[in-house]
T-cell receptor, first 113, second 109 residues
Framework: DGGITQSPKYLFRKEGQNVTLSCEQNLNHDAMYWYRQDPGQGLRLIYYSQIVNDFQKGDIAEGYSVSREKKESFPLTVTSAQKNPTAFYLC????????????FGPGTRLTVT | SQQGEEDPQALSIQEGENATMNCSYKTSINNLQWYRQNSGRGLVHLILIRSNEREKHSGRLRVTLDTSKKSSSLLITASRAADTASYFCATGGAQKLVFGQGTRLTINP
């Protein structure tokens, strides 16, 4: 059963704590992406990776960090430096990069209080 | 940076009617894609149209692309209650997609 998984579905944290969101894909895709979605808004790109051990900042990378040590995995850490971390986070992958359709995970809703 | 802008922001129609959503963008593109998002879920890819194509069909979906006007439209024919969702256009460049703000479509029974 191929696809993208994100865990957990809901995550609650106290202000000042770092938190890591998981994203795994078994589609053998080279490219992976992290987006942030705020209520009633579109998606904003946080980070993307076109290949293992390489990643680039998106439009709103401040306060976030990523790693891409394995092709299947692209975890996102929301650090305490992120001023407004409460949001819906979506992970996606594609065979290559902007030329291909993206496959999305179910999302993680992060609430920081 | 948001490139695509959808219009209208919200659309409410009766079941069985057709729904049309529009997307405008600013810079040159390789392709334009449409996605659907049900409330609280991930996005699902609907259709991709390349910059050298003018029209594409997939089931009840029809997408047009006018590169001279930098605009695209998504037509859903014979709408169903299950079509209720948010619809996003995304413009494809060399490395990434840029998503618009979306159109919230409600199909009333």
């Amino acid at each position: 059963d191929g696809g993208i998984t994100q865990s957990p579905k809901y995550l609650f944290r106290k202000e000042g704590q770092n938190v890591t969101l998981s994203c795994e894909q078994n589609l053998n895709h080279d490219a992976m992406y992290w987006y942030r979605q705020d209520p009633g808004q579109g998606l904003r790109l946080i980070y993307y990776s076109q290949i293992v051990n390489d990643f680039q900042k998106g439009d709103i990378a401040e306060g976030y960090s990523v790693s891409r040590e394995k092709k299947e995995s692209f975890p996102l850490t929301v650090t305490s430096a992120q001023k407004n971390p409460t949001a819906f986070y979506l992970c996606a992958s594609s065979p290559r990069t902007g030329l291909d359709e993206q496959y999305f995970g179910p999302g993680t809703r992060l609430t920081v209080t | 940076s948001q490139q695509g802008e959808e219009d209208p922001q919200a659309l409410s129609i009766q079941e069985g009617e057709n729904a049309t959503m529009n997307c405008s963008y600013k810079t040159s593109i390789n392709n334009l894609q449409w996605y659907r998002q049900n409330s609280g879920r991930g996005l699902v890819h609907l259709i991709l149209i390349r910059s050298n194509e003018r029209e594409k069909h997939s089931g009840r979906l029809r997408v047009t692309l006018d590169t001279s006007k930098k605009s695209s439209s998504l037509l859903i024919t014979a709408s169903r209650a299950a079509d209720t969702a948010s619809y996003f256009c995304a413009t494809g460049g060399a490395q990434k997609l840029v998503f618009g703000q979306g159109t919230r479509l409600t199909i009333n029974p």
